[in-house]
């Protein structure tokens, strides 16, 4: 299992970003996927998933600002920041929810 994620930057506050996931060794169809964030000093934490129905979770912080897609033919696994915070600064992690794997990460530092 690999997944790989890209699209992580510098962005002020109010910005968006979309963060991808390239995945491999592993299906969409079977398993729950997730993205993680690890801000400084704290511990990891699973912000938003999606289940293998498509439906999907977040956490009270990101409720209504983030979103979390799949693309199950091509094993891409999205997540839509708006409204980017400072508190959203971190190193976010693709994962398999089912699985307990994770990606290397792409880091995230929205400027206040």
């Known amino acids: 299992v690999q997944l790989v994620e890209s699209g992580g930057g510098l962005v002020q506050a109010g910005g968006s970003l979309r963060l991808s996931c390239a995945a491999s060794?592993?299906?969409?169809?079977?398993?729950?996927m997730g993205w993680s964030r690890q801000a400084p000093g704290k511990e990891r934490e699973l912000i938003a998933r999606?289940?293998?129905?498509?439906?999907?979770a977040y956490v009270d912080s990101v409720k209504g600002r983030f979103t979390i897609s799949k693309d199950e033919a091509n094993n891409m696994l999205y997540l839509q920041m708006d409204s980017l915070r400072a508190e959203d600064t971190g190193m976010y992690y693709c994962?398999?929810?089912?699985?307990?794997?994770w990606g290397q990460g792409t880091q995230v530092t929205v400027s206040s």
């Open positions: 999606i289940g293998s129905f498509g439906n999907t």
């Open positions: 994962t398999s929810v089912t699985q307990d794997i």
């Open positions: 060794g592993i299906s969409f169809t079977v398993n729950a």
